[in-house]
């Protein structure tokens, strides 16, 4: 978000705000159409690109959201399978319902589904096996400290063998330095997300810099 000055807000500064005032849905529908549909293109030029898009609690009770997934998708050039939904697991939990049919839905029209911040919500394994998600988002809670407590080192070891072993890619979350990245590689996690591997940017100099770094590189 900008503000009057021209600055970029940050999403932790105002999405409490827009949950309180019930306007998350208008947030996540404004996402969803700027990058299937103003960035669509642009983002589909860029080889072996995947994008990401972070769904609200509030957004999974609105009966219009998989109507207008849906309508987006349908006019997008983006192909779907280069599509991740997020959902947080305390998102899922507190709307079950919604996000069972959304999940559904959306895997079959080709999208992938990531369950986020798992482990946030103390929720059981057993959620897994009724949410058939493609990947499973660990908690920077048990990341940040991983190097020094064997504790957070166990849970993020158990959390990865059985996402493996449901067939689910794993992606640690605030991975911010290279220790913390190479005992992630130790454990053998698929993914990291962090200030490590990359700060955030806005999406036009994001895609700037992939039209100018060569394909080898990018």
């Known amino acids: 978000m900008v ?14 705000a827009a949950e ?5 849905g208008h947030v996540d529908r404004w996402v969803i159409h700027h990058v299937l549909r103003e960035f669509g293109a642009r983002l589909a030029a860029v080889p ?17 959201l998989l109507p207008f997934l849906h309508a987006e998708l349908h006019e997008s050039v983006l192909p779907a399978s280069r599509i ?6 305390t998102a899922l939990i507190n709307n079950m319902a ?4 959304l999940v559904a839905e959306m895997r079959s029209a080709g999208c992938t589904v990531a369950l986020d911040d798992f482990g946030a919500g103390l929720s059981s394994f057993a959620y897994l096996k009724q949410f058939p998600v493609d990947y499973l988002k660990i908690d920077g809670s ?8 064997a504790v957070d080192r166990e849970i993020v070891s158990s959390i990865n063998d059985i996402g493996h072993r449901l067939g689910i890619l794993t992606v640690a979350e605030s991975v911010e330095d290279e220790q913390t990245l190479h005992t992630l590689r130790a454990i053998g996690v698929d993914y990291a997300q962090g200030y490590v591997i990359g700060r955030p940017m806005p999406l036009e100099d994001f895609l700037e810099r992939c039209r100018t770094v060569p394909a ?3």
């Not at 503000?3 to 409490?16: N, R, V, Y």
């Not at 309180?20 to 998350?24: A, G, H, I, P, T």
Request: aromatic fraction near 8%; hydrophobic fraction near 45%.
């Open 3 to 16: 503000d009057e000055q021209g600055k970029l807000i940050m999403p932790g500064a105002f999405i409490p």
């Open 98 to 101: 919604a996000a069972s049919r």
């Open 48 to 64: 072996g690109l995947s994008v990401a898009v972070n769904l609200s609690a509030n957004s999974l009770g609105e009966p219009f």
């Open 216 to 218: 080898d590189n990018a």
């Open 84 to 89: 991740r939904l997020e959902i947080t697991e």
């Open 142 to 149: 048990f990341i940040r400290h991983l190097v020094a407590s």
């Open 20 to 24: 309180r005032y019930d306007l998350m």
